[in-house]
């Protein structure tokens, strides 16, 4: 083969040396003439077939070639690399000049928020927030709460039993029996309030749900009174309804209070006129309370004789569905966003 050949050939190889871009297209271009049925290496295998006298000249002209070839392809190899570094940094750059986007920020549900509320008029009021299980042992639920396994008020609490042989574990229906474990605890004075679920088997409608909170009050000291208990509560309701409202004490049963009372405030839909959410009563009941029955105080240890106390119990779900209007309790624990941003404006 000629020189002019050879010639040509690296200047076809190195015009498609540079009009390869991609790093597929240079592996093309090396299998095309450096590879092993590459056109150099079959230049290479023509040098046996020649005269003897034009080897030396056609091997070192071939060898320079391939050498050529071969650093011209490395230095491909380099500025391809380079290029599709570049690329990809242009198309994958950040442009920390833009706005961010905001996450949607959630905010806390209706619930937790008058939990929060509550507590927060009790602690200025010098109660201390606790919590407790939330399964429960029977003996706190019930018997400790002067509800022995064969009182009849044991069914107003539809349990949900976890075991029921030996001893009998439940999913606490109420949260009173944390009264019992705050007394067996500490001793007197004590002011405390508990949030927390509660769990009932219960067939699910506009006001009950199975599952559902409640806040749970209890002061216990010598010399305390019936009086203390109704200012106390007083002045919550104010604080959560409108200093304008009116307070009702009525007679009531449970058996773990001995007087018992319920506790109604004027409804402030119509001002205790008489309206649907008030069942035409005026009146919308809260929670019920009552003075610890000296029982349950002996149950603890207590001595009734100078001890005295009362508690209170409330449900969270009913005090939001009054003071925003909800009209059924479903709707705080299906997920609902268009329903629960409605409170993303209440202060937290
Ligand atoms: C009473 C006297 C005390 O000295 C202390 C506490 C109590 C309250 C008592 N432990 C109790 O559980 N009473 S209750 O069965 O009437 O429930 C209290 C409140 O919980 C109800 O007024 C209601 O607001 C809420 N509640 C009860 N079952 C509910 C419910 N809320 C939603 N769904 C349910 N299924």
Known sequence: MSSERIEALLQRALEELHAATTQDALTEWHARY?????????????????????????????????????????????????????????????DVTLPGRVPPIGTLHPVTQMIREVTDIFAHLGFQVVEGPEVEYGYYAFDALNIPPEHPARDVWDTIFIESDQKEIVLRPHTSPMQIRVMQRRQPPIRVVVPGRCYRYEAVDATHEWHFHQI???????????????????????????????????????????????????????????????????????????????????????????????????GVERLVMLKYGVPDIRYFYQGDLRFLQQFDRIPV
Not at 265 to 278: A, P, Q, S, T
């Open 34 to 94: 450096l590879g092993r049925r590459g056109d150099v290496t079959a230049l290479l295998r023509q040098l046996g077939t020649l005269p003897p006298e034009e080897r030396p000249a056609f091997g070192r002209a071939a060898n320079a070639l391939k050498e050529e070839l071969q650093r011209a392809y490395e230095q491909r190899e380099r500025e391809i690399r380079e290029l599709e570094l570049a690329a990809r940094i242009a198309s994958e750059a950040v």
């Open 216 to 314: 749970e009050g209890l002061a216990v000291d010598e010399h305390i009174t019936m009086a203390d208990l109704k200012g106390t509560l007083a002045e919550f309701a104010r604080q959560l309804f409108g200093r304008e409202r009116r307070v009702r004490f009525r007679c009531d049963f449970f058996p773990f209070v001995e007087p018992g009372v319920d506790f109604a405030i004027d409804c402030m839909f119509c001002r205790g006129e008489g309206c649907r959410v008030c069942g035409n009563s005026g009146w919308i009941e809260i929670l019920g309370a009552g003075m610890v029955h000296p029982q349950v105080l002996r149950n603890v240890g207590y001595d009734p004789e100078r001890y005295s106390g009362w508690a209170f119990g409330m």
